[in-house]
């Protein structure tokens, strides 16, 4: 036993049971408990990926906000993965924060599940690889990175509860798989979910013992997800270390209490002590203290942001029409909603209030300024929740500031906080223990007369009224215990009230805290919509006389958010015929995709040119504007496989019965499914276009390799387009002829070449051992001799070159 570890027992000594129990529950919601006896002070932890918030949900502090998941898994760039987990855990030394509660490592099982923009592929490989790099730069500079949601997560119906069946070769080769890349690649802490597993809830399961700590080695801490926890000794008895959040009464002294009778085993306890310990070391919680990180320079961090979206831009479809020539228009037309307000970041505990943040118009106009004419035309109206108050529509009652007033006041009405906000979205506001009501009030300057629709989210006792004239008073009970819901996103209740251009209401929301009632008043408004058929045309006309029309189309925050799943792929009816109108008025049209996962695009076929956006993050404007006007090539390769219509998706199940969901696909999930049920999706897992082409020449390598061993395969190809460019040279294996059951074929590696018009290159691809092995129940891994097919190109759907490769027995 080394000095450290010689260290962690003197110190465990000191601790009496009592102590010891009382550490492994949180002190506050994102803050573990100090020691001071033993030198050990408070870890703190917060929610990511796509940014650090910090402690709490204030849009005064502001983050650095990254792409999407999806978005990242859709560079297939590790490297570049690497540097945004870097520039997390800069952002997690800024704000004080010593866990981020990322990377998200569950699966794109279904197209339906709501948090699809929060995990990264549909591929346990591909996750695996860009999930251990974002850990990698996060934990290279002394943060913990968190691998979540341990296991099988991955949709949103029926979250706290739902128990998923899966068979144990699924298990372990599909959902199991990037969290044990996690574990190779030395994440510190993962998560256990709210789900349960063949029966078992996760905080309680066996699985966090095996494999997690017993056969891969896992000597971190894990945590519960937070509210996760809801018994004592079964849950202490499993491998789990720490409850958050705290205080909570389902450990601590009921723990101690637990062990004293003999239903907790002291090892247990003392073991998970000795885990927190060292991860107290690990992000100097314990001992000298964290590890210096240098601010991150603004226009370096501005400008790794806007690369990252342009590297995650995936270009499905192009008919000659993009890269766009500057030099040759006059005027570009930038249509839809979403274009004006492009949608940065998924919903849910993975928000934050970001530095800043550049829509597709902003990119467009500053990347064309002095060029050409750029012309904005909104389109229908989304059918979405009207945004929340902000300084553009209303000010302080008080100080005649942009943005509003908020304030705590005790039972009799007396004032005991009052302070100036940005955003009629408060999660947190200060509240003492004479605190009663929350109020957010604001002078309401409208800018369009008619009907407004405003809004009112949150629970227990809200009043709104305008001008002293009460529209909407109940008393809107709870429903739901999902935490996403009842702190984060409330459901919102509407009002219409009409209102004229110029003349500012008065507006005051309240809510009386009460248990229970959760932490969230979001107070919103809306002006009234534009009739569509009207909008339509105005589009229509706009496009006509432009020399070339970009149309942004996407989903809102009720189709991809935490805590529900979508009930369709659909981007609704609006969104669709503006697409067809600006089309057929011009068909030099571009439709830039904004969403975080698949959606239906009936009209593809009918445009130009497809490029998918995701959710780019807050540079996501200009990385956009930059792959439009040719100054960066679209990195991105599909992570998932895209359907044509919901109903063709192999998989699209994310409602249990009778609190059961199985996972009947078993190994077949995404491409892999689409392949054994033979059906074509409009675009295939690892599908994207660049601004050049390639050819696929020649794929070489070891005729036979033994049982164990890695396979090493050279892929040769020509870059046979105009520009530079960068090709994702994807290889897959397959055995048609096994008795054992495969996927027809199955990724098993990937890299990257560069080259020059006309130029020749060979790339070389590594394909671990463990791609070729099957989990056999009662017997482990195994390998099976026999031929396999190599199989390389450019995507799952399109595998121009292939060879035989003979698996020999180990010995």
């Known amino acids: ?55 709490s949900w204030d849009e005064r502090d502001t983050s650095a906000l990254l792409p999407s998941p999806s978005a990242l898994a859709a560079t297939w760039d590790e490297e570049l993965v690497g540097q945004l987990g870097a520039l997390l855990a800069a952002e997690a030394r800024r704000k004080g924060v010593d866990v981020v509660l990322a990377p998200t490592l569950n699966l794109h099982r279904s197209p339906l599940a709501g948090r699809h923009f929060e995990c990264f592929s549909e591929d346990p490989l591909l996750t695996g690889r860009i999930g251990a790099a974002l ?50 690649a030395g994440v510190r802490v ?18 966090l013992t095996d494999p997690l700590k017993s056969e891969w080695g896992f000597d971190g801490l894990v945590v519960s997800d937070w509210g996760a926890v809801t018994s004592t000794a079964d849950t202490a008895r499993a491998g789990l270390d720490l409850v958050m959040p705290g205080p909570s009464d389902v450990w601590g002294a009921a723990l101690a209490r637990a062990v004293a009778a003999g239903e907790v085993p002291r090892e247990a306890v003392d073991d998970k002590v000795r885990r927190l310990l060292r991860l107290a070391e690990r992000t100097g919680a314990l001992g ?78 500053a990347a064309l300024t002095g060029r050409a004419r750029v012309v904005h035309v909104p389109g229908p109206a989304l059918t979405e929740p009207p945004p929340p108050l902000g300084p553009d529509l209303c000010t302080d009652p008080r100080t005649g500031e942009g943005g509003l007033l908020l304030r705590v006041l005790d039972a009799s009405g007396r004032e005991l906080h009052a302070e100036h906000r940005w955003s009629g979205r408060q999660l947190e506001p200060p509240c003492g223990p004479d605190a009663h009501t929350v109020e957010i009030s604001a002078r309401l300057r409208p800018d369009t007369t008619g009907a407004w629709t405003l809004g009112l989210g949150g629970f227990g006792r809200m009043v709104l009224t305008l001008d002293g ?35 500012p209401v008065h507006l005051v929301a309240t809510r009386t805290l009460a248990p229970d009632t959760g932490r969230a008043l979001v107070v919103t408004a809306a002006p009234p919509p534009p009739e569509p058929a009207a909008a339509l045309a105005d589009a229509a006309r706009a496009a006509a006389s432009a020399d070339v029309a970009v149309v942004v189309v996407g989903t809102t925050l009720d189709d991809e958010s935490e805590g529900a799943d979508r009930t369709g792929l659909a981007l609704g009816s609006h969104q669709d015929a503006l697409v067809d109108a600006v089309a057929a008025a011009n068909p030099r049209t571009v439709a830039v995709v904004n969403s975080g996962g698949p959606v239906e695009l009936p009209w593809r076929e009918r445009v130009g040119a497809v490029l998918l956006a995701w959710f780019p993050g807050q540079q996501g404007g200009a990385g956009v504007a930059d792959v439009l006007v040719g100054r960066r090539e679209p990195g991105g390769r599909l992570p998932t496989t895209w359907p044509a219509a919901l109903a063709n998706a192999p998989v699209t199940d ?12 078993g190994l077949h999930l995404g491409h892999r499914g689409w392949l054994l049920h033979h059906r074509t999706p409009a675009y295939w897992f690892g599908h994207g276009l660049g601004y050049t082409t390639w050819e696929y020449e020649e794929v070489t390598g070891s005729d036979e390799i033994r049982a164990g061993e890695p396979l090493t395969v050279r892929v040769r190809l020509r870059n046979t387009g ?82 035989e490769v003979c698996v020999r027995p180990p010995g």
Not at 145 to 173: C, F, I, M, W
Not at 190 to 207: E, I, Q, W
Not at 654 to 665: A, K, N, V
């Open 1 to 55: 036993m080394g000095s450290t570890e010689d260290e962690r027992e003197r110190l465990l000594e000191k601790l009496t049971p009592e102590t010891r129990a009382a550490l492994l529950t949180g002190a506050t919601t994102w803050r573990t408990r100090a020691e001071p006896a033993i030198g050990l002070r408070e870890l703190v932890m917060s929610d990511g990926p796509a940014g650090v918030r910090g402690e």
């Open 135 to 184: 850990i990698r730069g996060v934990q290279a500079r002394g943060v913990a990175a968190t691998a979540k949601h341990y296991v099988a997560n991955d949709s949103e119906t029926e979250r706290l509860t739902v128990d998923v069946r899966v068979g144990p070769r699924a298990l372990r080769e599909v959902y199991l798989a990037p969290f044990e890349a996690a574990v190779a």
């Open 190 to 207: 993962v998560m256990a979910g709210y789900n349960g597993v063949n029966g078992a809830p996760m905080t309680a399961s066996r699985l």
């Open 288 to 365: 000298p203290g964290p590890t210096p990180v240098d601010p991150q320079d603004p226009s370096e961090e501005r400008e790794l942001l806007r690369r990252s979206a342009a590297a995650g831009a995936v270009l499905l479809s192009n008919r000659g029409l993009l890269p766009l020539d500057p030099d040759r228009l006059a005027t570009v037309a930038v249509i839809g909603a979403h274009a004006a307000r492009t949608r940065t970041a998924g919903g849910g505990s993975a928000g934050v209030f970001p530095h800043e943040e550049v829509s597709v118009l902003d990119g467009l106009r």
């Open 469 to 503: 004239r009460t529209l909407f008073d109940e008393d809107v009970a709870r429903r739901t215990d999902d935490p996403a819901v009842v702190h984060v996103n409330p459901p919102a209740h509407t009002v219409t009230a009409h209102l004229r251009a110029g003349q």
């Open 654 to 665: 994310t409602t249990p019965t009778s609190g059961r969901l199985p996972y009947d696909e």
């Open 722 to 803: 105009p520009r530079p460019g960068r090709e994702v040279v994807q290889i897959y294996l397959a055995r048609p002829d096994s008795a054992i059951e495969y996927p027809v074929r199955w990724l098993a590696g990937y890299a990257t070449a560069r080259a020059d018009p006309g130029q020749l290159t060979t790339v070389t691809v590594d394909v671990p051992a463990g791609a070729l092995r099957h989990w056999s129940e009662g017997h482990g891994w195994r390998v099976e001799p026999g031929g396999c097919t190599v199989l390389a190109g450019r995507s799952a759907g399109d595998l121009p070159l292939r060879r």
